[in-house]
């Protein structure tokens, strides 16, 4: 399978927890992003990352979350402290960058926080 | 501010019908992309434009660059087509995606 992979589905924690996400990206692109999804809503942007250097975070990135893409592949997602409204689907998306603007998404970490 | 909006939110429509989805946005955008998200979450891309039309089998998404519009056909729908459409603008300047709110697309046998 050659798609943008995400682990785990879904994860189910209690607040105060610490969880961590991770992204594999289509394997030649360059661009990595996350966003967040919550129940009725469209995606929002969280970060994004152009090999292993972070260029873009949201204000919604509070200093509870931290994502990193140590060699420019794989990306983690980590969200400290985790609170209900964190409560969320969270997507991972990459595109080949270099002028491609196409983003192909993974299927998504649903989160709980109980 | 950047912004994308979605009309309408719900659509409920009999197998067969065509069904139009809308979406509007600010200017200044260099490509426009539809999304399908299906129960459970995963998104596929069904199409990516910046001018003009495509087509690919029932659907054909177009764009009017100086109505800041753009629409998401689908001809002869069927049930399997039910799923929540979203628009995405990725503005210049930037690399994010901005989404509109989803259209849920219910269609009834």
């Known amino acids: 399978d050659t798609g943008v992979s995400q682990n785990p589905r879904h994860k189910i924690t209690k607040r105060g927890q610490n969880v961590t996400f991770r992204c594999d990206p289509i394997?030649?692109?360059?661009?990595l992003y996350w966003y967040r999804q919550t129940l009725g809503q469209g995606p929002e942007f969280l970060t994004y990352f152009q090999n292993e250097a972070q260029l873009e975070k949201s204000r919604l990135l509070s200093d509870r979350f931290s994502a990193e893409r140590p060699k420019g592949s794989f990306s983690t997602l980590e969200i400290q402290r985790t609170e209900q409204g964190d409560s969320a689907m969270y997507l991972c998306?990459?595109?080949?960058?270099?002028?491609?603007?196409?983003?192909?998404f993974g299927p998504g970490t649903r989160l709980t926080v109980l | 501010k950047n912004e994308v909006e979605q009309s309408p939110q719900n659509l409920t429509a009999q197998e067969g019908e065509f069904i139009t989805i809308n979406c509007s946005y600010s200017?200044?955008?260099?490509?426009l992309h539809w999304l399908q998200q299906h129960p459970g979450g995963g998104i596929v891309s069904l199409f990516m434009l910046s001018s003009g039309k495509k087509k690919h089998g029932r659907l054909i998404a177009t764009i009017n660059i100086q109505e800041k519009h753009s629409s998401l056909h689908i001809t002869a729908s069927h049930p399997r087509d039910s799923a929540v459409y979203i628009c995405?603008?990725?503005?210049?300047?930037?690399?994010?995606?901005?989404f509109g709110t989803g259209t849920r697309l219910t269609i009834i046998p």
């Open positions: 200017v200044g955008i260099s490509a």
């Open positions: 394997s030649e692109h360059n661009r």
């Open positions: 995405a603008a990725k503005y210049f300047g930037n690399e994010k995606l901005t």
């Open positions: 998306a990459s595109s080949l960058g270099q002028g491609s603007t196409e983003q192909f």
